[in-house]
């Protein structure tokens, strides 16, 4: 027989997830069928998508979920199986069974493409990481012109295609959720720290070698390097492992089940150091990973926006994030909680806090500077050049009032009671966050304040 779909409610969301299915919603009512729903790696966009799914099946319609990648594919069955909703799969490399009765249907784009004369009946697309529409457009246009009409919703972290351009015509709909600051202020994302050489430095250039910056700075904690070829990541995993941080290798020809078990190992601690070049930037739930280094450039925000964003989940132990920008791409890109604006058109994602020209000073938005055509180096390198530049950590410290910083205090403070953890870790989550120390007097007297509030409303 088949299982009934859960009531939405039956998934629980936060406030802020919440709100952003409310927003969406809005922005259909509004006559926009095709909406970008944008919210921050670590934020739970599949789990949003899951609520907004059983709603459209509670009432009967049936949804198909898209995807670009296989594992993206099987995690989006887990999570939607695993909220009690039936679910079939259609991805040719995929292990999940297929069940086309099922009123949700996953599939991967390619797979969905190839298959012309086997398309599920849909009332509502849900596109995960729709910014990869970008890649093959006219495969992608050509897929929903075959479900003219029906409503879709885009799931992302960074509403950008690979040239930094908005994602319209696809889309013609755009909201915004809660941001990477607020959700770090909030304790469900960690800080991030930044080690960087003082200017952005020319293509091919690393002011250190990654593993004399890991030996300097790392601590020793779970890494994700980043190369800039597949080449100098197996070399770096080779160098990490010869001087005791064992490393594995991780490229898009590594077997499924040889990369399965190298991220496994990493998630039991077995594995230190993951190197890769762009495998490990979607898809990737390594929630323990801590270290994120930056072996290379970053073409667009969205990608360094991806990359960084595999260190922000929280995880037990963990406090904060450390960056290590070797070649100082976050001077043009920003730090991972600057604010950010988002557009269909024109450039994709700007921050809303102006950079400047590292020659000239004048405002830029992106290089080459329109000033003075100062652009760091362009054109392919065989080889990766060290050039031992002085690197320094950069901090940007959370912009909140006195009154802000003890409402934080209070809510961090409920947060480890709620879960049992001992209110001394709040000391540990304050001192990554705004580079003081808590005294234990204020922190016994927030608790002192959360309790007697709850007394009081008990």
Known sequence: MTQPAPAPSAISLRDYQHDLVR???????????????????????????????????????????????????????????GFGLPVGCISASSKWPSNPDAPVQVASIQTLCARETHRPASDLIVWDECHHCSEAAELWSGLLDAYQGVPMIGLTATPERGDGAGLSPLFNGIVTGATVRQLTEQGHLVPCEIV?????????????????????HGGGRPCIVFARTVEEARAYAAEFTAAGH??????????AGDREIALELYRRGVVRVLTNVYVCTEGTDLPMAAVCI???????AGIYIQMVGRVLRPSPGKNSALLLDLRGVSHVHGAPEEERAYSL???????????????????????????????????????????????????????????????????????????????????????????????SARLMAAVTDVNRDRESRA
């Open 196 to 216: 960087r050489p003082g200017r952005m430095l020319e293509n091919g250039q690393i002011a250190q070698h990654p593993l004399a910056a890991y030996q300097e």
């Open 23 to 81: 927003r969406v919603r809005e922005e259909m009512r509004r006559g926009h069928k095709r909406v970008v729903a944008v919210s921050p790696t670590g934020s739970g966009k599949t789990r949003v998508g899951a609520f907004i799914v059983a709603s459209a099946i509670g009432m009967g319609r049936r949804v198909l979920w898209l995807a670009h990648r296989t594992e993206l594919c099987d995690q989006a069955c887990r999570t939607i199986h």
């Open 345 to 439: 058109d024109g450039r994709g994602i700007t921050l809303t806090q102006q950079r400047h020209c590292q020659v000239c000073q004048q405002p830029v938005d992106s290089y080459p500077c329109e000033s003075c055509g100062y652009a760091p180096a362009g054109g392919d390198q065989a080889e990766t050049t060290i050039v031992n530049e002085p690197m320094a950590k950069f901090q940007r410290m959370l912009a909140q009032s006195p009154a802000q910083r003890e409402e934080t205090l209070r809510r961090w403070v409920a947060r480890a009671l709620d879960a049992g953890h001992k209110v001394t870790s709040v000391k540990y989550r304050w001192a990554a966050v705004y580079k003081e120390e808590l005294s």
């Open 246 to 255: 064992r490393a594995e290798c991780i490229t898009a020809t590594t077997p």
């Open 294 to 300: 930056l072996a290379r450039g970053a073409g667009s």
